[in-house]
C-alpha cells in the first residue's frame, strides 16, 4: 500500500510559479514511478508528466514541456512538480499519482491540491 499527500498548491498570478509536493509513505513507495495529473472544471483529468522510481526518466504532456518540471528526492520519499510561467488555463485540481511503469495507469492517487492561477 502506497499513500500519497499533496500539498503545495494556492493562489498565483499569470507569469508566477508554485511548487508543489507530493509525500509519499509506504514500505515500496520509492520503486513506483510517480506521475502529476491535473482535473479542471468540467474536463477530464489530464496527463501531465512523470518520472521513473530512479529518477532516470522523465515524459512531459505538450501543455506543459518547457514550463513544469517533475524531480524526486527519494531520501525524503517525495515528489516534486515545480510550475513556472503559469497561465490562467492551469487553474485546476492537481493530483499525484503512483504506477509501474511512466506509461502504466496510476495504482495509488493522492487527495489532490488547488491550484488557481489569477490573469
Known amino acids: 500500500q502506497v499513500e500519497l499527500v499533496e500539498s503545495g498548491g494556492g493562489l498565483v498570478q499569470a507569469g508566477g510559479s508554485l511548487r508543489l509536493s507530493c509525500a509519499t509513505s509506504?514500505?515500496?513507495?520509492?520503486?513506483?514511478?510517480m506521475g502529476w495529473f491535473r482535473q479542471a472544471p468540467g474536463k477530464e483529468r489530464e496527463f501531465l508528466t512523470a518520472?521513473?522510481?530512479?529518477?532516470?526518466?522523465?515524459r512531459y504532456a505538450d501543455s506543459v514541456k518547457g514550463r513544469f518540471t517533475i524531480s524526486r528526492d527519494n531520501a525524503k520519499s517525495t515528489v516534486y512538480l515545480q510550475m513556472n510561467d503559469l497561465k490562467p488555463e492551469d487553474t485546476a485540481v492537481y493530483y499525484c499519482?503512483?504506477?509501474?511503469?511512466?506509461?502504466?495507469?496510476?495504482?495509488?492517487w493522492g487527495q489532490g491540491t488547488q491550484v488557481t492561477v489569477s490573469s
Open positions: 509506504g514500505r515500496t513507495a520509492n520503486t513506483y514511478d
Open positions: 518520472i521513473s522510481w530512479s529518477g532516470g526518466s522523465t
Open positions: 499519482a503512483a504506477s509501474r511503469g511512466v506509461t502504466s495507469t496510476p495504482r495509488y
